[in-house]
């Protein structure tokens, strides 16, 4: 999905992701990464976080050919299936290492910027607005406001940002009154 349309192959991928695999495993509990050799993990890691970015990439609409990826997204999982896994990215037990998810945005854009105008961290801020409040919305952020810069895992990434959001919102509908 994600990696569909790069000129490196899915191999690259894996291997880089083999390259850091102690790492990322070491940030997950020892009786879930010891059911699972190196080359299955750095898979397993690989085809969630194509995932993600894939619907990230849809949502957003950051790429050229977003409309068309979320097509065949559709037409391969249909509907119901898409609709269930993206609410399933949510679940405790379904989380990804942020850093995974920007490692492969590097590798497969060459910055951190994901092939766009706006960085990674930017369009996964927007898809967060839109998961949440049904709607992609730019958030002027105070200078003092700080979001952690290596979140564990995308969820902490979730959490964080609407945390933030809400605060924010609060803010505002107060100073109005």
Do not use: W
């Not at 070491?26 to 194509?50: H, P, Q, T």
């Not at 957003?60 to 609709?83: E, F």
């Amino acid at each position: 999905m994600f990696i569909h349309g790069s000129i490196k192959k899915q191999d690259f991928f894996l291997e880089e992701i083999l390259r850091e695999i102690e790492d990322f495993r070491s940030c997950y509990l020892e009786e879930f990464v010891n059911k699972y050799n190196n080359y299955g993990f750095a898979r397993m890691m690989i085809l969630d976080a194509c995932f993600i970015l894939n619907d990230i990439e849809i949502s957003t609409r950051s790429t050229p050919n977003s409309a068309s990826k979320q097509s065949n997204t559709i037409k391969h999982l249909g509907i119901a299936v898409y609709l269930v896994t993206r609410r399933d990215l949510y679940l405790l037990e379904n989380q990804l290492l942020f850093r995974v998810l920007k490692l492969l945005v590097k590798l497969r854009y060459g910055d951190d910027q994901g092939g766009g105008y706006h960085s990674f961290e930017e369009k996964v801020k927007s898809y967060c607005s839109q998961m949440f409040f049904d709607k992609q919305e730019d958030i002027k952020m105070k200078e003092n406001t700080i979001i952690e810069t290596d979140p564990l895992t995308f969820l902490k990434f979730f959490v964080e940002y609407l945390s933030m959001v809400v605060t924010m919102k609060l803010c505002h509908t107060i100073t109005k009154l």
